[in-house]
T-cell receptor
């Protein structure tokens, strides 16, 4: 099975940097994704890590440590539009049915304030 | 075209009704997914289709019946639902299920379902 933990809520100031942590326990690990979801909208892909280290994409960076079962999403130069839920999702090999499946964490609701 | 479309956007149905949710993508993806999302909860996987064949059923009740008529379309047939089935139903697609790499899933906007 898979167990994924994230903080429920975070608040940060516009222009600042915020780090959202994710810890996971899984079998057949095959990658970790971060998605952003605004209220009432579909999740949108932000980043992907499968090897240890940091991946940078503009204002967003994501880090992975497979040995520690740990990832974080770093958001720089926060903007009001970054207020959303951030979902950590682990891709694991589905031993029964074959292929991979994605399991989402509970999500971190980020509120950006002036 | 990097869009997944879903219809309808909203659906209200009674417990005796039969309805269908539809999902379409034209990205050439061979994997399609149905997720259920309750308020303030993460998406929960229901079904996975790979190359138009059902590959994963997450022990979903039989009142939900998926169908993949072709590689671009995915339906979810609903019958005799319960009020607790009210949720946002999300469709997603990806290139494949078996490949590694940043084979991310693209999500549709969802259908907001209310069962009375």
């Amino acid at each position: 099975g898979q167990n994924i933990d994230q903080p429920t809520e975070m608040t940060a100031t516009e222009g600042a940097i915020v780090q959202i942590n994710c810890t996971y326990q899984t079998s057949g690990f095959n990658g970790l994704f971060w998605y952003q979801q605004h209220a009432g909208e579909a999740p949108t892909f932000l980043s992907y890590n499968v090897l240890d280290g940091l991946e940078e994409k503009g204002r967003f960076s994501s880090f992975l440590s497979r040995s520690k079962g740990y990832s974080y999403l770093l958001l720089k130069e926060l903007q009001m539009k970054d207020s959303a839920s951030y979902l950590c999702a682990v891709r694991g090999f589905y031993f029964t049915g074959g292929g991979n499946k994605l399991t989402f964490g509970t999500g971190t609701q980020l509120k950006v304030e002036l | 075209d990097t869009e997944v479309t879903q219809t309808p956007k909203h659906l209200v149905m009674g417990m005796t009704n039969k309805k269908s949710l539809k999902c379409e993508q034209h990205m050439g993806h061979r994997a399609m997914y149905w997720y259920k999302q309750k308020a303030k909860k993460p998406p929960e996987l229901m079904f996975v289709y790979s190359y138009e064949k059902l590959s994963i059923n997450e022990s979903v009740p039989s009142r939900f019946s998926p169908e993949c008529p072709n590689s671009s379309l995915l339906n979810l047939h609903l019958h005799a639902l319960q009020p607790e089935d009210s949720a946002l139903y999300l469709c997603a697609s990806s290139q494949e299920t078996d490949s590694g790499g940043d084979n991310e899933q693209f999500f549709g906007p969802g259908t907001r379902l209310t069962v009375l």
